[in-house]
């Protein structure tokens, strides 16, 4: 492979921006201590006349990424659309043997172990740091720098968008939809953030991490997932009298031959660090065999903090081609050998009950009765005077740890109950 | 170079114990995803006849560890005694072509230049992850995750002997001379624990990071240095009562053509991720141009943690070499391109100072005279009530920004003052 490479880049939207923009101011020291070159080869773009922030020859453009890919020119195809068609552009490019960057979570999420597949059958080799936490250098941490580590367990904060709402939220700043709404106008939600909220963004990039980490299979779909569009000013208050704050958790943990993954608001003690994550930021806190715990933290999407960790990978990339190394993902484990995301009916944890309970004898010696039936141990019940408005009173109840199925069905019967008419509302509990 | 990979060890202590460890339990995705697998040929140790807490044939000792570099059964030297003979041996590995991985931070820091130079005119490798902050991968996420940004500043709690004191005075639990001697006693601080409280050991760790953030010349003695022996509790109440925490913190900012180094105590703010690294563990803030801010986590010392930053160099090293791959440390500036370590007197910063003043009129006058007329701008005053015990009252003053040189002559005019007997105390204060 010559130096410079030649680079088809997909997609010229913010990151793609960035990108062109780090290649062309690239740090001086990156060329003088890589010895590493690029040259622009080839872009796909929607629209070829729309103004661009960065200079960029129009006679690369082409509205067809396939051209890109099939340009003898590009040697290494960078696919920043986050598109559904990306899936045909990278596997065609694998298939040529030409190595991939790509930022895309769901495409390494949904499709991750064909592509991979495609990439080693073909000699070629497919980088995705930018999919998860942005600039974060955790993947290439977790398979370098921890690689005499078996990973016991990985915290992460990693979606920018609920960690701002939540972030204002705690500074009591409103509620979930005024925030949310602020957030809208401030760029840091989309117009439709269900993605975002409902922690299904959090839970491909668990699924990604998760499959460097403990060599799993699965997709973002096999995380168990919850959002924080239930969440109220009122939970996190309880939280802070409880010395713990609300964040929006993917957790991901060793277990016998599978792997825990779970994705759900989490109310984490005020003084860790992950607790101190605040506005849009993200990180990861990983427990590892020998290192014990170790955080990652910082900006987990951007237009710059994203293309840093793009350009990063196309370096690692061309360092190994230029030297006939092997690729990157040779130490991806795939297939048979792959372990597979566990169901979380049998994860144990402390959880936070909160209830507006009929104001009637009794109403807390059934719940409580419930509770016992499913073995579940209470360990503290803060039972606050009557609500002013009727004739209910709040109450919360924290357990120890018990089982996540035997809390679900110790909820359902408590929802049954006519003393709780608007049903339990839970949030689970982590010490980190 | 074959594989297994022939390893010699010099050094059996408490690290080196650590590494053969992790060779002989390595997770077996290490084996089976990196495709590297090590043999140890020859460790040398002081004392061939001391039990050990790892199984090591004892045909393999020797207590020459100019036996182990000469071995040619070694292609991989790794220096674990942190000794002063190690510049012979990692010296002598070098000149014959072969790897090395060290843990010594004072043989980086002091001779890392030659050290480099000598690997670079020999083709072999020289890694030391190890040196600074134990087991976080800070060093690779420098050179690799971060190869698109220029580190604009770097802020690091890099001795865990120091945080570990200056935690539990924060948390009232003694003074300095007290928690000291506990640490002693666990084992967190030396029997002469003067590199550590000084901030030495800290001064040598920057200048290595110096040296892969900045491309630094300079050693540990380029680095402007503090400790934190005359730290006091009051210090850290009156920290508090500012919205502050005292860290001994490790800072380098770019500068034009150079770049800004020092050790010192400084006041961070309480809700900065630095002010909530607590104990033993270390932490890394980097603001990379592209990246923003990010912060690198966990335990700087201890047996796993640091071995498991050795073993990763040599994982790194063989696979290097495996794919005839260039050496890591390829990416090295040296010689006239480099930058030199600054001295301080021109940084400016904000400044806290505390004293003992007798209890006269016009002594505020004469130390704000004093201020002023080296431009030094008072930002708020605490004096409190009289001292019970004699005609002496405390006096605080916090200071907008300054520059050092002026600071250092206004602390010489108002120490010469005769009514600030016992001179007044200074510490810095960082924003992040």
């Known amino acids: 492979m010559s130096n410079p490479i030649g680079v088809g880049l997909i997609g010229l939207g913010t990151v793609g921006s960035g990108v062109v923009e780090l290649l062309q101011d690239a740090p001086s020291s990156m060329r003088r201590r890589k010895h590493v070159d690029f040259a622009l080869k080839r872009v796909a773009v929607r629209d070829r006349a729309r103004p661009r922030a960065v200079a960029v020859d129009k006679a690369l453009l082409t509205a067809e990424a396939a051209e890109v890919v099939a340009d003898p020119a590009v040697q290494l195809v960078v696919e920043l659309t986050g598109a559904a068609p990306a899936y045909e552009w990278v596997s065609a490019a694998l298939r040529q043997g030409k190595d991939v960057g790509t930022a895309n979570k769901a495409l390494l999420a949904e499709r991750g172990e064909e592509l991979f597949e495609l990439a080693l059958k073909n000699g070629a080799d497919l980088m995705f740091e930018a999919s998860v936490a942005g600039g974060i250098p955790i993947i290439r941490s977790l398979r370098s720098g921890l690689v005499a580590n078996r990973v016991e367990s990985l915290y992460g904060i990693l979606n920018g968008t609920t960690n701002y709402i939540l972030t204002r939220m705690s500074r009591g700043e409103g509620d979930y939809a005024d925030i949310l709404k602020d957030a809208q106008d401030e760029g840091y939600a989309e117009p439709d953030p269900t ?187 803060i039972q606050k005077e009557r609500d002013l408005e009727g004739g209910s009173v709040p109450l919360v109840i924290v357990t120890h740890e018990a089982k996540e199925a035997a809390m679900q069905r110790a909820l359902g019967a408590i929802d049954a109950l006519d003393a709780v008419p608007d049903g339990v509302k839970l949030i689970r509990m982590e010490e980190l």
């Open 195 to 381: 993605m975002d909220v409902s922690g299904m963004d959090a839970a491909q990039k668990l699924a990604i991490l998760c499959r460097i980490g403990f060599h799993s299979t699965g997709t973002g779909s096999d995380v168990f997932c919850e959002g924080i569009e239930h969440i109220e000013q009122s939970d996190i208050e309880y939280a802070r009298e409880l010395g713990f704050v609300i964040k929006l958790l993917a957790i991901a943990k060793q277990q016998n031959g599978s792997v825990e993954a779970r994705v759900h608001p989490a109310m984490v003690p005020t003084d860790s660090l992950l607790a101190n994550i605040h506005d849009e930021f993200n990180a990861i806190q990983v427990q590892g065999s020998a290192v014990g715990p170790q955080v990652f933290s910082g900006r987990g999407a951007g237009q710059m903090p994203t293309a840093s960790a793009v350009v990063a990978d196309m370096v690692e990339m061309v360092e190994r081609k230029v030297a006939g190394a092997g690729t990157a993902i040779g130490d991806m484990i795939l297939g048979e050998e792959a372990v597979s995301i566990a169901p979380v009916e049998n994860v144990e944890m402390r959880y936070f009950l909160r209830a507006l309970v009929c104001d009637q004898p009794g109403v807390l010696e059934r719940i409580a009765r419930i509770l016992a039936e499913e073995h579940i141990s209470i360990a503290s019940v």
